[in-house]
């Protein structure tokens, strides 16, 4: 006989009571706000705070703020269902399983150790050999946890115990501590490099299609494409200084490589499907503008073409969790993010705010918000319940203060990715890496806060210069 599941309870507290003392706050509420609109806003919080607190799955989270939703009446059922419909939430679902596809026929861990292979007789090389790695697979999966724990984790960990480094005998400063807070650093930059390269990325595309921003996969790549390389390169140096391997060079890290892929054998036709679906995706993602097929068209053409090709079965689809999973929170937070803004919560918001900072020159307006958006993240353990809770309300502000809107939409979406560079819980790749016991807390704090204040000097002091040269504002 089956028993009950385990649930703590008590993480239902915070939320639950946050969201009541909300709901009955409505007679304080400002006149220009609705009732409804007040009351969604509670629903909305506590949905958020259960995300954090963690109760129940995020998905459950999501299916209680839904009923709570319907069940009074704030949104009627017929509307609040239309997010599933969501054709931003349909490109993260349909990206994960380009991403299985990678994990399954065992291209991206081939792919890496190409790369080790050719470009790992430094210390510092290998590192940016395994970015490169990061950079060539980020456009085909959404999940930068997928990326880091079922990619380049292994290769990392493997390549450690290589040159015996292992936290286990205190060894971990030899090279693994290097490789492991380096990945950290580079599955974040290439995160927010392309707009499939982390789920959180397209929920920013569906909230700035809301207030009148589009956003494609094109114009966000191009927009990232100058920070994006400048981080990947003067980042692993930066660490490699402030925090260096003691081990400088790794001589047999080729004969390792090599070794590992002779015992792949050749490639094989999985493989070479996976890539021909790769590329086709890249292509027309890219093309976008011009053949009229939209993102999310591109992943169901795609996977179609894995799924006849054989490359993932139906089963495969059926079994990615993490996909499914995603389509049901996000399409909750989605709605329920769409209706604050319809129903006047977000432009009352973001009026209360910009006044605040009125007078101000838009772009100090920016740096504030970014600064402030950032920061905040040491209270959030997601970077997608992050975006969630604030990218729409600080779009508003920032449109509000007539900082351009699509530097504005691109950089709140940019930073979405880059405030993970806080704490060792601050990403769904940070627990992992963190995790191996190579990094020491302390030292993941005091880097990360360093490499956070260089993040904001690359991506906004010379992005926004970058975006500007190439016209998005």
Same mark, same amino acid.
């Given at each position: 006989?089956?028993?009950?599941?385990?649930?703590?309870?008590?993480?239902?507290?915070?939320?639950?009571?946050?969201?009541?003392?909300?709901?009955?706050?409505?007679?304080?509420?400002?006149?220009?706000?609705?009732?409804?609109?007040?009351?969604?806003?509670?629903?909305?919080?506590?949905?958020?705070?259960?995300?954090?607190?963690?109760?129940?799955?995020?998905?459950?989270?999501?299916?209680?703020?839904?009923?709570?939703?319907?069940?009074?009446?704030?949104?009627?059922?017929?509307?609040?269902?239309?997010?599933?419909?969501?054709?931003?939430?349909?490109?993260?679902?349909?990206?994960?399983?380009?991403?299985?596809?990678?994990?399954?026929?065992?291209?991206?861990?081939?792919?890496?150790?190409?790369?080790?292979?050719?470009?790992? +007789?430094? !210390?510092?090389?290998?590192?940016?050999?395994?970015?490169?790695?990061?950079? %060539?697979?980020?456009?085909?999966?959404?999940?930068?946890?997928?990326?880091?724990?079922?990619?380049? =984790?292994?290769?990392?960990?493997?390549?450690?115990?290589?040159?015996?480094?292992?936290?286990?005998?205190?060894?971990?400063?030899?090279?693994?501590?290097?490789?492991?807070? !380096?990945?950290?650093?580079?599955?974040?930059?290439?995160?927010?490099?392309?707009?499939?390269?982390?789920?959180?990325?397209?929920?920013?595309?569906?909230?700035?299609?809301?207030?009148?921003?589009?956003?494609?996969?094109?114009?966000?790549?191009?927009?990232?494409?100058?920070?994006?390389?400048?981080? @990947?390169?003067?980042?692993?140096?930066?660490?490699?200084?402030?925090?260096?391997?003691?081990? +400088?060079?790794?001589?047999?890290?080729?004969?390792?490589?090599?070794?590992? @892929?002779?015992?792949?054998?050749? &490639?094989? +036709? *999985?493989?070479?499907?996976?890539?021909?679906?790769?590329?086709?995706?890249?292509?027309?993602?890219?093309?976008?503008?011009?053949?009229?097929?939209?993102?999310?068209?591109?992943?169901?053409?795609?996977?179609?073409?894995?799924?006849?090709?054989?490359?993932? #079965?139906?089963?495969?689809?059926?079994?990615?969790?993490? *996909?499914?999973?995603?389509?049901?929170?996000?399409?909750?937070?989605?709605?329920?993010?769409?209706?604050?803004?319809?129903?006047?919560?977000?432009?009352?918001?973001?009026?209360? &705010?910009?006044?605040?900072?009125?007078? @101000?020159?838009?772009?100090?307006? @920016?740096? %504030?918000?970014?600064?402030? =958006?950032?920061?905040?993240?040491?209270?959030?353990? #997601?970077?997608?319940?992050?975006?969630?809770?604030?990218?729409?309300?600080?779009?508003?502000?920032?449109?509000?203060?007539?900082?351009?809107?699509?530097?504005?939409?691109?950089?709140?979406?940019?930073?979405?990715?880059?405030?993970?560079?806080?704490?060792? =819980?601050? #990403?769904?790749?940070?627990?992992?890496?963190?995790?191996?016991? =190579?990094?020491?807390?302390?030292?993941?704090?005091?880097?990360?806060?360093?490499?956070?204040?260089?993040?904001?000097?690359?991506?906004?002091?010379?992005?926004?210069?970058?975006? +500007?040269?190439?016209?998005?504002?």
């Amino acid at each position: 006989m089956s028993s009950l599941e385990k649930i703590d309870y008590r993480k239902f507290i915070a939320p639950v009571i946050v969201g009541l003392i909300i709901w009955f706050a409505a007679p304080l509420r400002p006149d220009t706000l609705s009732v409804v609109a007040w009351h969604m806003f509670a629903i909305f919080v506590a949905t958020i705070i259960g995300l954090v607190t963690k109760p129940l799955p995020l998905g459950g989270i999501a299916l209680l703020g839904f009923v709570a939703t319907v069940l009074t009446g704030t949104v009627p059922v017929e509307k609040a269902i239309v997010g599933f419909g969501n054709s931003s939430i349909w490109l993260i679902v349909m990206a994960f399983f380009i991403s299985r596809g990678f994990i399954k026929t065992g291209l991206g861990h081939r792919i890496a150790l190409i790369f080790v292979r050719a470009f790992g +007789k430094k !210390t510092l090389g290998l590192s940016y050999a395994l970015s490169a790695v990061d950079l %060539i697979v980020a456009p085909g999966t959404p999940s930068n946890t997928a990326r880091a724990g079922g990619v380049m =984790y292994p290769i990392i960990k493997s390549l450690a115990q290589t040159f015996k480094s292992d936290p286990a005998d205190g060894t971990e400063r030899k090279i693994g501590s290097f490789l492991i807070f !380096t990945e950290f650093h580079a599955n974040m930059i290439t995160a927010a490099m392309f707009l499939t390269a982390m789920a959180g990325n397209p929920i920013v595309q569906a909230f700035a299609g809301k207030q009148g921003v589009n956003i494609t996969w094109m114009n966000w790549f191009l927009a990232a494409l100058v920070p994006g390389i400048i981080s @990947l390169i003067v980042i692993p140096f930066v660490i490699y200084k402030l925090y260096p391997p003691e081990q +400088k060079a790794t001589p047999d890290a080729k004969n390792w490589a090599t070794g590992e @892929l002779a015992a792949m054998g050749k &490639i094989t +036709k *999985a493989e070479t499907m996976m890539i021909i679906g790769f590329v086709a995706a890249l292509v027309l993602w890219i093309t976008g503008a011009m053949t009229g097929i939209d993102a999310t068209t591109t992943g169901f053409i795609v996977i179609a073409f894995l799924l006849v090709a054989g490359v993932l #079965s139906w089963n495969d689809i059926l079994k990615e969790t993490g *996909a499914w999973n995603t389509l049901f929170w996000f399409s909750v937070l989605v709605m329920m993010a769409g209706e604050l803004n319809v129903l006047g919560f977000i432009p009352w918001l973001s009026h209360i &705010i910009g006044s605040s900072l009125h007078g @101000l020159n838009w772009f100090v307006v @920016l740096i %504030i918000l970014v600064v402030a =958006y950032f920061y905040s993240h040491y209270f959030f353990a #997601s970077a997608t319940a992050h975006i969630s809770a604030m990218y729409a309300a600080f779009l508003a502000v920032a449109l509000a203060a007539h900082v351009p809107a699509m530097l504005a939409a691109l950089m709140l979406g940019f930073f979405g990715n880059l405030l993970a560079s806080t704490t060792h =819980y601050s #990403s769904g790749p940070a627990p992992i890496l963190f995790g191996s016991g =190579y990094v020491k807390q302390g030292d993941w704090w005091r880097l990360n806060f360093i490499l956070g204040i260089l993040y904001i000097i690359i991506w906004v002091g010379i992005g926004s210069l970058w975006m +500007k040269l190439i016209g998005l504002w």
